[in-house]
Structure formats: structure tokens, C-alpha cells
């Protein structure tokens, strides 16, 4: 078993980060069902969240300009709070429950999006809600980005903005993450040692992703978007 560990970890993450570089969110949907073959939940998180950080540093640079840094800040406390309680649920507990209802409702956003073309006015004034949600999804599974996506889908209608944006507010979210799990002793010395075999396979799924991406178009973006979205949901809701 340990002789396919790496190339498993490599396999997951390397696909991960491809889907996440050209939509900016889904790399836990794409990785995690892959990675937890051979790692536990705790640790398949853990590994993530250091190449979230290590994708942060270079996506965040590349797309400073397109990021509204004013809903990034809107949302930054909630998301701190979130996220302190998600860290710690995922050492304590198993919070199945906040999984599913997480599934549960991106598969209705995502209907209501596609039979009802106006955005929703609920969204608009409650960005301290969904930062929380956002933070608290993000400690447990690193898959907090469709509860931003859902967010900024109804504040943005670039769709270069909204992929900047979720990358923003991803970037902080990364930021504190690692030290957060660090101190909670869910991220150890072995978790990363395996990142340093990962690095380079991880490195060049983002420049492919970023290849491909300026390959779509803003319309082709959402369409993808709202695929990642349902495709995410469905996985919430029957892992």
C-alpha cells in the first residue's frame, strides 16, 4: 500500500489544481475522492491545505488587479470565525450532518440558477452568513468554495472578476488555514515531507490550468462554473 501512496497524492492533487486554476475553486472535489484511497480525512485535508496556500501565493499575484478587495474585506471576519470552529470540529468530530445540508444547497442553488435568470436578493445582504458557512466548511473539508462561489455569483457579473475574487477571499482563507492546523496538530512533519514529492506535479498542473483557461470564454466559464457546482453538491451529499 505504501508503495502507491505519492503517486495516488500526486495523481489527486495534480488533477485538483488543474480544475482549480482554470475555475478557481473544485480542486477538493476533484482531489479528496482520490487522496482518500490512501490517507484519512484529516490528513487528506491537511496535505491540501498546504498547496491551497502554495497556489494562493502565485494565483493571488497573478490576479490582484480583477479582485474586489472590498467584498474580500466584507467577508474576512466571518470567515476567521468560521474557519477557527471548522479546524476544530475536524479534530473533534465528524460533522456528516453540515456536509450534506452544504450539498443540499448548492444542487438548489444551481437549479434555481438555471430555470430562474434573476439574481437572488438574499445573497446581497448576507455576506457575513455565507463568510461563516464559507470559513467553517473550509476548516473541515477545503471545500469552501462553492458557498463563495454561490455569494459572488450574485454580486459580480464579470465572470474574470468572480474568478478573481474567489481567489481573493481563497487566499485568505489559505492564509490562516496552515497555522491554524499546525497548532491544532493536524498538520505534522510527515504530511509535509510527502508535499516536497508532490511540488513539482503540483507546479505544472497550474501552468497547464492556466494555459487552458485562457482558452475559454466568459460564457463558457460559467457554464463550467455551474457544472463544478452541481457535480460538488452531489459529491457532498452521497460521500
Not at 472535489?29 to 496556500?53: G, R, T, Y
Not at 499575484?61 to 479582485?67: A, E, G, M, R, T
Not at 437572488?120 to 463568510?131: E, H, T, V, Y
Amino acid at each position: 500500500m505504501e508503495l502507491f501512496v505519492i503517486p495516488v497524492l500526486i495523481l489527486g492533487i495534480s488533477l485538483g489544481f488543474f480544475v482549480q486554476t482554470i475555475a478557481g475553486f473544485a480542486a477538493p472535489l476533484v482531489a479528496l475522492p482520490i487522496m482518500l484511497f490512501v490517507q484519512d480525512l484529516s490528513e487528506a485535508v491537511a496535505l491540501m491545505s498546504i498547496f491551497f496556500l502554495l497556489f494562493s501565493v502565485v494565483l493571488v499575484y497573478k490576479n490582484w488587479k480583477d479582485i474586489d478587495k472590498k467584498i474580500v474585506g466584507q467577508l474576512a471576519i466571518s470567515i476567521i470565525l468560521g474557519l477557527v470552529l471548522g479546524i476544530y470540529l475536524l479534530k473533534f468530530g465528524n460533522p456528516l450532518l453540515l456536509k450534506k445540508l452544504l450539498g443540499v444547497f448548492i444542487i438548489l442553488f444551481v437549479v434555481h440558477s438555471y430555470f430562474n435568470k434573476k439574481k437572488i436578493k438574499l445573497f446581497k445582504g448576507s455576506g457575513w452568513l455565507f463568510g461563516f458557512i464559507g470559513g467553517v466548511i473550509s476548516g473541515l473539508y477545503t471545500t469552501s468554495s462553492p458557498i463563495f462561489v454561490a455569494y459572488l455569483y450574485n454580486k459580480l457579473s464579470d465572470a474574470k472578476a468572480i474568478r478573481a475574487t474567489i481567489i481573493g477571499i481563497l487566499g485568505l482563507v489559505n492564509l490562516l488555514r496552515v497555522p491554524l492546523m499546525a497548532y491544532s496538530d493536524i498538520l505534522k512533519y510527515d504530511i509535509i515531507i510527502k508535499s516536497l514529492y508532490i511540488l513539482p506535479f503540483f507546479l505544472l498542473s497550474l501552468y497547464l490550468g492556466h494555459v487552458f483557461y485562457r482558452k475559454i470564454s466568459p460564457k463558457a466559464f460559467k457554464k463550467i462554473l455551474m457544472i463544478l457546482l452541481l457535480l460538488s453538491g452531489i459529491s457532498l451529499i452521497f460521500r
